[in-house]
Every structure is written in structure tokens, then in C-alpha cells.
């Protein structure tokens, strides 16, 4: 079936870093894939999204290209804030018939030192 | 505008007991989505209700089951509770579901479900 892979972590980084959070997923398809944060104690929030290869979605600076021959979603940000600091899940899902929801990978835990 | 509603956020049961959980959508939204977020398992798929129909169904045993009302609220119910059942809930709501490409899903915050 399909699946996500990400590094779960913890991934500890200084402020002002370049910070790189590997997804790669397998799909019989051409899902919409997405990048979702979880703080401490609280549900998730989308982060951002694209719909087909080679769509870029950004948001609050952070970056992630759909790379269909790679089968991978890579998030990235140039320079991280101790607030980043929370759990990061990517996640494929298909529209249309048949669809079950999100996918999601385990998780990586971003840990961001001042 | 309100986000997703949970209630309650917190509850501890017994096992063999069972227990409801409630999820508002955002106003507007007419699917709603459960997940159970477990250490060991992360985040899995339970069912999707749309138009009060479920309209697709995760890997999850007969004890949990679902049901959504005319108002797009839905309620998430686990019968004869096991310890492995202890998770964060989550409801997400979007405007059609899986149905649309990039549709946006918006989760709520959760509620704890600890069974002892």
C-alpha cells in the first residue's frame, strides 16, 4: 500500500540554521502531498501543500517541491526560530473514489536551541 | 472564523467501558475525518463522514464507529474499551473531503482519551 518515510528525529538544530526534513513516499497514483506541524499539546495545522509534481508550497518560510521522479517532498527552511521547535508529519493524500484519508509518515521531532 | 471543535479534551475511561467523542467543523465544512494518533502507531485513519454518510473507512476494528448529523457535527464512539485505545483523537474538517484535489483539511486540537 502507499506509504510515507520521514526521519523521525529528534533533529536538534541552532537558531539561524538550514534546516532540511527528508519525505520520500510510494503511491500506486499521483496523490497531493502535505506538510503538517504539531505543537506541544495541540492538533495539527497544515504547513503547506501541492497538488502535482513540481508544485512548490510555501508558507512562513518554509519551502517543499513535489519531485515526482524522486517520489519525494522535502521541507526546507533557510533560517530557523527556537518557536519552529514541534513535530513535523508529511502526508499523501488521493482524491476522488476511494480515497482513505491522509497518510501519514511518523513523524521528526525539530528541536531548535537559541 | 471558529476552527474544529473537540470536546471533551481530557477524559480517562475504564476498560470495557465505552466512550463518545464530539467534533464541530468549521462552519461551512461538510466532511469530517477522525484520526487516532498513538507513540507506537502514529497517526491512522478511522472514517470519513460526508453529507452524514461515511464515505470511506480506515484499518479499525467494529468498536469504533461513527456518525455525523444535518448540522455537519459528527461524533466518534469506542465500545468496550481496551488499553491500547488510549490516543489523541483527532477530528479534521474540510469543505468536500477527499473528494477534491487539495482540498485543505483543518485539524482540531484532540481529546486525550487515557483508559486504565
Known amino acids: 500500500g502507499d506509504s510515507v518515510t520521514q526521519m523521525e528525529g529528534p533533529v536538534t538544530l541552532s537558531e539561524e540554521a538550514f534546516l532540511t526534513i527528508n519525505c520520500t513516499y510510494t503511491a500506486t497514483g499521483y496523490p497531493s502531498l502535505f506538510w503538517y506541524v504539531q505543537y506541544p499539546g495541540e492538533g495539527l495545522q497544515l504547513l503547506l501543500k501541492a497538488t502535482k509534481a513540481d508544485d512548490k508550497g510555501s508558507n512562513k518560510g518554509f519551502e517543499a517541491t513535489y519531485r515526482k521522479e524522486t517520489t519525494s517532498f522535502h521541507l526546507e527552511k533557510g533560517s530557523v526560530q527556537v518557536s519552529d521547535s514541534a513535530v513535523y508529519f508529511c502526508?499523501?493524500?488521493?482524491?476522488?473514489?476511494?480515497?482513505?484519508?491522509?497518510?501519514f509518515g511518523k513523524g521528526t521531532h525539530l528541536i531548535i536551541q537559541p | 472564523k471558529a476552527g474544529v471543535t473537540q470536546t471533551p479534551r481530557y477524559l480517562i475511561k475504564t476498560r470495557g467501558q465505552q466512550v463518545t467523542l464530539s467534533c464541530s467543523p468549521i462552519s461551512g465544512h461538510r466532511s469530517v475525518s477522525w484520526y487516532q494518533q498513538t507513540p507506537g502507531q502514529g497517526l491512522q485513519f478511522l472514517f470519513e463522514y460526508f453529507s452524514e454518510t461515511q464515505r470511506n473507512k480506515g484499518n479499525f476494528p467494529g468498536r469504533f464507529s461513527g456518525r455525523q448529523f444535518s448540522n455537519s457535527r459528527s461524533e466518534m464512539n469506542v465500545s468496550t474499551l481496551e488499553l491500547g485505545d488510549s490516543a489523541l483523537y483527532l477530528c479534521?474538517?474540510?469543505?468536500?473531503?477527499?473528494?477534491?484535489?487539495?482540498?485543505?483539511?483543518?485539524f482540531g486540537e484532540g481529546s486525550w482519551l487515557t483508559v486504565v
Open positions: 479534521a474538517s474540510s469543505l468536500t473531503g477527499s473528494k477534491l484535489s487539495g482540498n485543505t483539511i483543518y
Open positions: 502526508a499523501l493524500m488521493y482524491s476522488g473514489g476511494g480515497a482513505d484519508g491522509l497518510t
